[in-house]
């Protein structure tokens, strides 16, 4: 049965998503044997390498969100530990950073969405700690964004340069345009120019790994370099 994903090698995989979940919800290996299991689930009807990986950080994130990590830090360390797991697997190390390439692009809603997932990656914050962020809250010069947490309780955290370049080009270039002359001083908008909403946010997130799974290319030489 695992040959049936090797039909549609550029499907979505959703159904295989779906599938894997349980995975997350009872597995008790170790987060490489959670990735392997992933992978052997995601074959049965999706065989392109970058579905596999989009089922393994999916398996990883609900992991540590079922342990109590914020959106953020379970993203944060799921990715840390997949590029740890790929080191020695060339095929689903290129898949798992095409997701980072698939908002690369210079329009407006691409720079948006680099600077959404480049936040969230560097500071591990909450989906709802983010969309509540203001112009006001981020220092980026510092590379310091003040967070409004639950009770109300304010705290600043730090991120690196890669969300620094990313906030510019999107606080410069891109947000001016989304915001279609409304205003309002929320740091992340919608393509109506609206405060992003937590909804939003995640519906950005899965758009953006169903265009990586979508994109993604594998060719017989890379598989031969993987063993």
Avoid at 167 to 191: A, C, D, G, T, W
């Amino acid at each position: 049965p695992e040959k049936c994903g090797f039909l549609r090698p550029d499907g979505k995989g959703n159904g295989a998503l779906m599938r894997v979940l349980p995975l997350a919800l009872w597995h008790k290996g170790t987060d490489k044997d959670l990735v392997l299991d992933a992978h052997s689930q995601c074959l049965i009807t999706h065989g392109h390498p970058c579905n596999q990986v989009c089922c393994a950080l999916y398996c990883l994130v609900a992991r540590y969100l079922l342990g109590g990590a914020y959106f953020g830090a379970a993203l944060k360390e799921a990715v840390g530990v997949l590029r740890g797991i790929y080191q020695e697997m060339p095929v689903y190390e290129k898949e798992l950073e095409s997701l980072f390439e698939v908002c690369s692009s210079g329009d407006p809603k691409s720079m948006r969405n680099r600077a959404l997932l480049e936040l969230l990656y560097a500071t591990g914050i909450r989906v709802s700690e983010l969309t509540s962020i203001t112009l006001a809250d981020i220092d980026n010069s510092l590379g310091i964004v003040k967070v409004m947490g639950k009770g109300r309780k304010e705290r600043y955290v730090p991120f690196g340069s890669f969300a620094q370049d990313a906030l510019e080009s999107y606080m410069e270039k891109s947000r001016p345009i989304l915001m279609k002359k409304k205003s309002h001083q929320s740091l992340f908008v919608n393509l109506r120019g609206d405060r992003i909403t937590d909804r939003g946010v995640r519906h950005v997130l899965n758009a953006m790994m169903e265009e990586a799974s979508i994109h993604g290319k594998i060719y017989p030489h890379m598989i031969r370099h993987s063993f």
